[in-house]
């Protein structure tokens, strides 16, 4: 049986991107294989990446109660930081793609750039939610589960925010993956060389830390969850 194993990158597409190339593509490639697995991991680094991204665009929105100051908060983020500005616009798109309802009669906007705003927010909230509740539907098997990770579901606090905690694993405790990881340190030293030394986005820098950590000392429990 062919099987597929899903990464944060193709669920980011399936649950994030709504009638894009991108969500068709994800599609027409897991239906070429019998079976499709989604490892834990995949969903709590979807979490703290893209979802967390589309969570801000979400904030700013809510923040300045306009689409164009939106935009410019976007573009302002830092170059070295390109992944977050480049999610936070396919966060926009998403929302102009869901934003199909006709405006409603006798809503109180000072401007059309502040109920755009207010559209657009109410379209990435929906997909927000939606898209956590579908997490686990989008392939044929959720596996791998995480015993230091708990999968809290988003929610909106009282000042209109999202609150997307727990992002991380609980830091008390050595992750439950390592032991796994341990025993096969030639698929650790291939990792680490596919990583360039060259790099200079901090989670290869941190991705290599954490690889060699494995490799160089495989009988210390000092790997912490993150």
């Given at each position: 049986?062919?099987?597929?194993?899903?990464?944060?990158?193709?669920?980011?597409?399936?649950?994030?991107?709504?009638?894009?190339?991108?969500?068709a593509?994800?599609?027409?490639?897991?239906?070429?294989?019998?079976?499709?697995?989604?490892?834990?991991?995949?969903?709590?680094?979807?979490?703290?990446?893209?979802?967390?991204?589309?969570?801000?665009?979400?904030?700013k929105l809510?923040?300045?109660?306009?689409?164009?100051?939106?935009?410019?908060?976007?573009?302002?983020?830092?170059?070295?930081?390109?992944?977050?500005?480049?999610?936070?616009?396919?966060?926009l798109?998403?929302?102009?793609?869901?934003?199909?309802?006709?405006?409603?009669?006798?809503?109180?906007?000072?401007?059309?750039?502040?109920?755009?705003?207010?559209?657009?927010?109410?379209?990435?909230?929906?997909?927000?939610?939606?898209?956590?509740?579908?997490?686990?539907?989008?392939?044929?098997q959720?596996?791998?589960?995480?015993?230091?990770?708990?999968?809290?579901?988003?929610?909106?606090?009282?000042?209109?925010?999202?609150?997307?905690?727990?992002?991380?694993?609980?830091?008390?405790?050595?992750?439950?993956?390592?032991?796994?990881?341990?025993?096969?340190?030639?698929?650790l030293?291939?990792?680490?060389?596919?990583?360039?030394?060259?790099?200079?986005?901090?989670?290869?820098?941190?991705?290599?830390?954490?690889?060699?950590?494995?490799?160089?000392?495989?009988?210390?429990?000092?790997?912490?969850?993150?």
């Open positions: 049986m062919s099987k597929a194993y899903v990464e944060t990158t193709i669920l980011t597409n399936l649950l994030l991107k709504p009638g894009s190339k991108k969500q593509a994800a599609q027409a490639a897991l239906s070429r294989y019998e079976s499709s697995l989604l490892p834990v991991y995949a969903i709590k680094e979807w979490k703290a990446g893209p979802l967390d991204h589309y969570a801000y665009v979400h904030e809510v923040v300045t109660r306009s689409l164009a100051d939106t935009i410019g908060a976007i573009n302002a983020l830092h170059p070295l930081n390109p992944y977050k500005k480049s999610t936070s616009l396919e966060a798109e998403a929302a102009a793609r869901l934003d199909t309802a006709e405006p409603q009669a006798g809503e109180d906007y000072r401007s059309r750039d502040e109920e755009n705003a207010d559209r657009y927010r109410l379209a990435l909230a929906s997909l927000i939610i939606r898209s956590w509740r579908r997490r686990r539907k989008v392939t044929n959720t596996i791998h589960d995480l015993e230091c990770y708990t999968e809290a579901e988003p929610t909106i606090a009282k000042d209109g925010l999202f609150d997307l905690k727990p992002q991380r694993c609980e830091r008390d405790r050595e992750c439950c993956l390592a032991e796994a990881l341990k025993r096969r340190p030639d698929l030293k291939a990792l680490r060389d596919a990583i360039p030394e060259t790099s200079t986005r901090n989670e290869d820098r941190q991705r290599r830390k954490v690889l060699k950590q494995l490799i160089n000392t495989p009988n210390s429990p000092g790997l912490k969850s993150r």
